[in-house]
């Protein structure tokens, strides 16, 4: 007899909760910007993420980091556990320490963010079939069986703003300049784990004007199994 957990994902998947239809994961490729409003040097990459954004096969987002901010500007959109993120990255890459403008590439690989050719070869190179199907409704995201790291995947639950934002910068370096800031990441939570079953994961209330992505990850910020976006 199916379980509780089981039951809740039939239901989900019949019926997209509440009718809403549900949005099905594509094979997209992340690509994750970690950039401060504060460095001098990020501009451009801010932009290549912008162009990024537009295409359908990649998931850009702009992490906001915070240790730029005692030049004197604090990044509207920083936060620690951005910062935190970036710091994980480091260890799982190989790196020494943290630079801006960096762009990971499905948590496998990193680049400088200004280089755009090296970038769109990376996203090609790095492109893969999804690990497993993810389904987003409004109130549950369900991840179908799949194939599972030797220890469980993360689930985590990206809020981030719609489109780009003009950030006018009155101190830094970068005082008296305007930003446009692409799918600015505002919240990462994470959901819980995924070990190759079939699981529903319940979904917390948030700015429903925000969009909201699912990211499966391999743990401690190993590659990106699977995607999927509002």
Not at 37 to 54: E, T
Not at 98 to 123: S, W
Not at 168 to 175: D, I, K, L, Q, S
């Amino acid at each position: 007899m199916p379980n509780l957990r089981q039951l809740t994902l039939l239901l989900a998947l019949a019926t997209g909760f509440g009718g809403a239809a549900p949005v099905l994961a594509a094979d997209l490729t992340v690509v994750e910007l970690f950039t401060s409003q504060g460095c001098s040097s990020c501009p451009p990459a801010d932009a290549n993420l912008g162009k990024l954004a537009g295409r359908a096969d990649v998931l850009a987002l702009s992490f906001g980091v915070t240790y730029w901010d005692y030049l004197g500007w604090q990044d509207t959109f920083g936060k620690e556990e951005f910062t935190a993120r970036q710091h994980g990255y480091a260890r799982a890459l190989g790196n020494s320490s943290v630079y801006t403008p960096q762009m990971v590439i499905n948590g496998r690989i990193d680049l400088v963010g200004q280089r755009m050719p090296e970038i769109e070869e990376a996203i090609a190179a790095q492109a893969r079939p999804a690990a497993a199907a993810i389904t987003l409704a409004p109130a549950m995201a369900t991840i179908s069986a799949g194939a599972a790291p030797e220890r469980a995947a993360e689930v985590w639950l990206v809020r981030y703003e719609p489109g780009p934002i003009e950030i006018p910068v009155a101190r830094g370096e970068n005082g008296g300049r305007e930003l446009v800031i692409t799918h600015a990441v505002r919240e990462l939570t994470r959901l819980g784990n995924w070990e190759g079953a079939a699981t529903a994961f319940p979904l917390p209330a948030g700015n429903p004007g925000l969009k909201r992505a699912v990211l499966l990850q391999a743990p401690f910020n190993g590659e990106i199994l699977a995607a999927a976006t509002d």
